[in-house]
């Protein structure tokens, strides 16, 4: 026996209507008042840049105030120690050539190298004689620095 076959059939009353009628968009605010909110934070925002433009402004004055400051004491320390050095160089220059007959420290066997020159007169070694008692990687670190400044 075979049962019967039911036909799928719409509810009784039929199927709701579809919607299809526009549904606008809820509306916060008009558009005055989104002009309104623009300019206020606009407003704000510049109000708060010119706060941290002005502490920027303070600050960077203060830092180079500082530099101005420091820089002459840095010179300063800076040519100390190159001094300290050029000493360090000639103490080892003497001790290297103490067993060198008629070899005086700063000239050439007795031999004043720069003539004309007042004895007083500072001449600026190069930079190969400057670092003749240094290490190696000491001189080619600070080559390098030397090279690119």
């Not at 623009?38 to 402004?57: D, E, P, S």
């Not at 001094?83 to 004043?112: H, I, S």
């Not at 190298?113 to 400057?130: A, H, N």
């Amino acid at each position: 026996m075979e049962a019967a076959k039911k036909q799928d059939m719409p509810p009784p009353g039929g199927y709701k209507k579809i919607p299809y009628a526009r549904v606008p968009a809820k509306t916060y605010m008009t558009g005055f008042q989104m002009f309104a909110a623009y300019g206020a934070v606009t407003a704000i925002g510049m109000y708060i840049y010119y706060l941290n433009a002005k502490m920027v402004l303070r600050e960077d004055i203060e830092m180079r105030s500082a530099q101005n400051v420091i820089f002459p004491v840095l010179i300063a320390e800076r040519d100390r120690e190159f001094l300290k050095q050029l000493r360090r160089n000639r103490d080892e220059e003497a001790q290297l050539m103490a067993n060198v007959k008629g070899w005086e420290v700063g000239t050439w066997y007795g031999e004043p190298v720069f003539k004309t020159l007042p004895k007083d007169k500072l001449i600026p070694p190069s930079y190969l004689e400057f670092f003749a008692h240094a290490d190696s990687k000491i001189r080619n670190s600070r080559t390098h620095v030397k090279l690119w400044s």
